[in-house]
C-alpha cells in the first residue's frame, strides 16, 4: 500500500493459468467491440486491431499474473475537478505500474499488459500512418486483447469495479494489468 497526500494505492494480485485465463475470461468478440467504438481503435499502436494474431500471441504464456491498483482519494469531498483528479490519479499510478510490469517482463522473460491505454506519446503515429517511435515500452491492455477487465477483478483479484455517478468520483479507481510468463508466481492474495 502507497499513501500520497491526495490518494492511497493498494495492489491487489493473483495467478491463474493462461489457458484458464484466456476460456474464462476472455470474449474478444464482446470486448474488442468496445474497442471499436472508442476513437483511439486502429489509430493507436497499443489498441487493435493488432497487426499480430493475438490468440498465438497469448498463448506461447503459461501463468498470468494479474495486479488490481485501487485507487482511493482520501478526501473526497475536497476534489474540485473529478476528471482532472481521476486522470491525475491514474498517470501517477501508471509510471509506477508501468516501470514494475516492464521490471517483471525482463525478470521472468515474460510479456507485459499496461492498464488502460498508452499513455508514451500526446499523439501516436499509427494515425499517420508511421511506426511506433516506442517499440521497446508500447504494451496493450488486457481489455485491447479481449479480457473481461471487470469479471477479472471481481472473480480473480476480489475486488469491484466501480462508476462514478452524477459527475461524482467513484469510491475508488481500479486499473487492472498484468504479466503473462512461463514462471510460478505466489501472489499476496493467494
Known sequence: M??????????????????????HYRDAEKFIGFCKQC?????????????????????????????????????????????????????????RTDALLLDMEKSHKGRAFFPGSCLLCPSCTRAEGKPCVHLERIRPSLE???????????????IELKWGEHGKMPEYLLLVSGLFCHSSFKSANQ
Not at 492511497?8 to 484458464?20: G, L, Y
Not at 485491447?144 to 480473480?156: M, N, P, R
Request: hydrophobic share 35%; glycine share 6%; with cysteine.
Open 39 to 95: 476513437t483511439r481503435y486502429s489509430t493507436y499502436w497499443a489498441c487493435p486491431p493488432f497487426s499480430f494474431n493475438v490468440d498465438e500471441y497469448l498463448s506461447q504464456y503459461s501463468t498470468a499474473f494479474l495486479i488490481g491498483t485501487k485507487l482511493t482519494p482520501l478526501h473526497p469531498e475536497k476534489i474540485t475537478d473529478n476528471i482532472s483528479f481521476g486522470r491525475e490519479m491514474m498517470e501517477t499510478e501508471r509510471i
Open 144 to 158: 485491447a486483447c479481449g479480457f473481461d477487465i471487470g469479471k477479472t477483478a471481481s472473480e480473480l483479484l476480489h
Open 2 to 23: 502507497k499513501a500520497g497526500e491526495d490518494y492511497i494505492a493498494e495492489d491487489f494480485t493473483t495467478t491463474i493459468p493462461v489457458a484458464e485465463y484466456m476460456e
